[in-house]
């Protein structure tokens, strides 16, 4: 049996991208990160991400394209990063369980929340810049 599959959501609007801090429900409650879920069994990539983002924070959203990859820092789960489009009229509706904050910010700003998970600065620091 292979490593459990999850995506990464990389909202991108205005130079900022949007992390949540991760609700009492939520695999490790109070840490910061993108939004991130499992991949169901017989789900794309894309339609994962899409449910993902409906399902925690109410957005809808039209997938990019896949920018990245990585293993949680405990190796459970491989993730995949995807980029996607947000409509600039959306507001957030946070699913209580899941989501207990949710904030734009910058790369710089992410990598000073307190409760980070040590495998997302690299994304932040590294591969984000790239994507222009």
């Known amino acids: 049996m292979g490593k459990r ?4 959501a990389v909202l991108l609007r205005a130079g900022r991208v949007l992390v949540i801090r991760r609700g009492p429900q939520a695999r ?3 840490y910061w990160a993108p939004l991130s ?3 169901e069994p017989g789900e794309s990539q894309a339609a994962a991400l899409v449910r993902e983002v409906r399902e925690e924070v109410g957005l809808a959203v039209t997938p990019l394209a896949k920018v990245w990859e990585c293993d949680t820092d405990d190796g ?3 993730l995949h990063w995807w980029t996607a489009e947000v409509g600039s009229d959306e507001e957030l509706i946070l699913d209580p369980g899941e989501v207990s904050d949710a904030r734009w910010v910058t790369p710089h700003e992410f990598t000073r929340l307190e409760l980070t998970f040590a495998g997302h600065h690299e994304f932040f620091e590294r591969v984000l810049p790239t994507l222009g």
Do not use: H, K
Not at 5 to 8: D, S, Y
């Open 28 to 30: 490790r409650p109070g």
């Open 5 to 8: 599959q999850a995506v990464v």
């Open 76 to 78: 459970s789960y491989q």
């Open 37 to 39: 879920g499992r991949i």
